[in-house]
């Protein structure tokens, strides 16, 4: 299954984001059919860049479960 790495640091289903662009509040900006990355408008004035997450060079880091301060 493809995973989609927000700009916004979050990762996103596939499901995840066909259901926030079919039934709101997100809208498409930017779609490129050759690489699968999308420009989305969330509908609060922000933009978030999404992209598969094989396309990224160095994965994300988890999240940290554990972290020390």
Aim: hydrophobic share 30%; aromatic share 6%; glycine share 8%.
């Amino acid at each position: 299954m493809t995973l989609y790495v927000g700009s916004d640091g979050e990762r996103y289903t596939p499901s995840e984001v066909v259901e926030n662009l079919e039934e709101g509040p997100w809208r498409s900006c930017l779609w490129r059919t050759d690489t699968d990355q999308e420009l989305i408008d969330t509908g609060d004035g922000e933009l978030l860049m999404l992209v598969p997450e094989s396309m990224l060079t160095e994965r994300p880091p988890e999240p940290r479960l554990d972290a020390e301060r």
